[in-house]
């Protein structure tokens, strides 16, 4: 079984300028989430879609961040502008039920 | 909101030696998923062991197990027979359990993470 796929794995970018993400969930997992790990700290939940619907987006800076799982398959993360602070690894993960499982992660570096 | 604490940074075991890693939370839930997630210099997140709320009885995956103290909000992994390939971040982590139309979802919250590191 394929796992979560993930794009691309690094990115280093200026600040101010915007980027995106791309993620493939494990097929016919209905739930997926975004999460946001900063250097030496434990993942942060941004976003949780159930099939193509936001469950949880309380976290989610929605002045710079915008995210969408297109057809309830795929997903894409975008931020702009991109600031220092958002210099962090992203990590997505999918879930059929109760066990979620992550990809290999984007790290961002944001100069 | 719930808030799962890791008080150790950093712990360090010999080859074939057993360690403790320790974990907190603070819930005012009944019914709620812990787990223990490794997470390697890859980055990749591999979950180690599982426990439900409900259950008594710890879990255990062949040299990982947990002590599960549910009254004092307590979730300690226990790794025996180390191996360096053991050496990693380790990461324990609480979700809720909601259920709508049957399916059940929730957000992992995680702790600050805890650093193996295993001596040859």
């Known amino acids: 079984e394929a796992g979560v796929a993930q794009s691309p794995r690094y990115k280093i970018i200026e600040k101010r300028q915007s980027v995106a993400f791309w993620c493939n969930p494990i097929?016919?997992?209905?739930?997926l989430y975004w999460y946001q790990q900063i250097l030496g700290q434990g993942p942060k939940l941004l976003i949780q879609f159930q099939n193509n619907g936001v469950v949880d987006d309380s976290q989610l800076p929605k002045d710079r961040f915008s995210a969408e799982r297109l057809k309830g398959v795929d997903s894409t993360l975008k931020i702009q502008p991109a600031k220092l602070e958002d210099s962090a690894v992203y990590l997505c993960?999918?879930?059929?039920?109760?066990?979620?499982?992550f990809g290999p992660g984007t790290r961002l570096t944001v100069l | 909101a719930q808030t799962v604490t890791q008080s150790q940074p950093e712990m360090s075991v010999q080859e074939a030696e057993t360690v403790t890693l320790s974990c907190t939370y603070d819930?005012?839930?009944?019914?709620?998923?812990l787990f223990w997630y490794k997470q390697p210099p890859s980055r990749q997140m591999i979950l180690v062991i599982r426990?439900?709320?409900?259950?008594?009885q710890n879990a255990t995956e062949n040299r990982f197990s947990v002590n599960f103290q549910k009254a004092a909000k307590s979730f300690s992994l226990k790794i025996s027979d180390s191996q360096l390939g053991d050496a990693a971040m380790y990461f324990c982590a609480y979700r809720s359990v909601l259920r709508a139309g049957g399916t059940s979802y929730g957000k992992l919250t995680f702790g600050q993470g805890t650093i193996l590191t295993v001596h040859p």
């Open positions: 993960a999918s879930s059929p039920r109760n066990e979620q499982f």
């Open positions: 819930t005012s839930e009944s019914d709620y998923y």
């Open positions: 097929s016919g997992h209905a739930t």
């Open positions: 426990q439900e709320a409900y259950k008594q």
